[in-house]
């Protein structure tokens, strides 16, 4: 018996097996990309400088790319508006929130980590608006204030965090948020279209690493990965891993699901970045964090494009 035909042509069979293809990229990229603040924490265990670990993760992620440029032939671009975006996405999506977050890794617990992260959707909205990217709407402001109150959950109540005294150490990730929504801007409004996103990726983490280099050196904290590799060697070498597929699996959905789809991925990352710190470090949080993480739910989902706006766009 055949497929029966939607009015597109498209089989009924195949769209039904495209749809839980896309769900099953959004949820493994999730739990994956989830994984990464469980996996900061433990990097900053053997006392390797921040630096080192951005840098290490920065070059063996370039690596892996440019493997895989070269197996499947894709030259990286070198012409001029390509190279503005590698060195701009390089400071800003690698280099300091990088450094940010591996600082922040050793001193907050990965939930904590995965919560703060969160905001960044909420920022890309902020600064899309200002630049008036995106038409300003009460539902998604309203998103942004339960953000903002999300954030204040963690730091403000004194018994919120295991210390109080790292409170500051949320507001130096939400920087780091703020680095990660300029550069998605950056991307959406600067990457020439029908170009393989993960080819675009490889120029950034280079110009990131050759960025980094003189920095690691001249600032004397470069240090060897160990070898046989150690328990915090083994986490730098999955995070390069990590880096090297997570960008280019969001932009895949972005490209074949749509952007409304893609943006879902914020909810499993923050989920999953809680269950793998309670899972690996036996993390426990107070309900201060909890009602953070409840908010933080209430804010993605009010600050999510809806389909028709995103449709228009």
Not at 19 to 27: E, G, K, Q, S, Y
Not at 132 to 156: C, K, N, Q, Y
Not at 213 to 226: E, K, Q, R
Not at 285 to 308: F, G, N
Request: hydrophobic share 55%; glycine share 8%; charged share 10%.
């Amino acid at each position: 018996m055949k497929d029966t035909v939607l009015p597109t042509g498209q089989p009924k069979a195949r769209a039904r097996s495209m749809r839980l293809w896309h769900f099953t990229v959004l949820v493994v990229l999730g739990i994956i990309w989830g994984l990464s603040f469980s996996l900061a924490r433990m990097s900053t265990e053997s006392g390797m400088h921040p630096l080192v670990i951005n840098y290490w993760t920065c070059l063996l992620g370039a690596l892996l790319l440019l493997l895989y440029c070269a197996i499947t032939r894709q030259p990286v671009p070198l012409k001029k508006e390509f190279l503005f975006l590698y060195i701009v996405c390089g400071l800003i999506g690698s280099i300091i929130p990088g450094t940010l977050y591996f600082y922040a890794a050793s001193r907050i617990s990965a939930g904590v980590l995965s919560i703060t992260i969160a905001t960044v959707p909420l920022i890309t909205f902020i600064a899309a608006a200002v630049l008036r990217i995106e038409a300003m709407s009460f539902l998604r402001v309203t998103g942004v204030l339960f953000g903002i109150i999300s954030i204040a959950l963690l730091v403000m109540p004194g018994t919120s965090l295991p210390n109080p005294a790292d409170a500051p150490w949320v507001l130096v990730m939400v920087v780091a948020a703020s680095c990660y929504a300029v550069e998605n801007l950056v991307v959406a409004s600067r990457t020439p279209p029908g170009h393989n996103v993960f080819v675009i990726v490889t120029g950034m983490l280079i110009a990131a690493t050759i960025m980094l280099t003189p920095i690691v050196w001249l600032s004397g904290t470069f240090a060897f990965i160990s070898w046989p590799p150690g328990r915090s060697d083994w986490a730098i070498l999955s995070m390069a891993v990590i880096t090297a597929t997570a960008y280019g699996g969001f932009y895949y959905l972005v490209l074949r699901a749509g952007p409304v789809y893609a943006s879902q991925c914020a909810y499993v990352v923050t989920l999953a970045g809680v269950l793998w710190g309670m899972l690996i470090y036996g993390e426990a949080h107070s309900a201060w964090i909890w009602a953070s993480l409840a908010v933080m739910i209430v804010a993605l989902t009010l600050v999510k494009p809806r389909e028709d706006s995103a449709a228009t766009k």
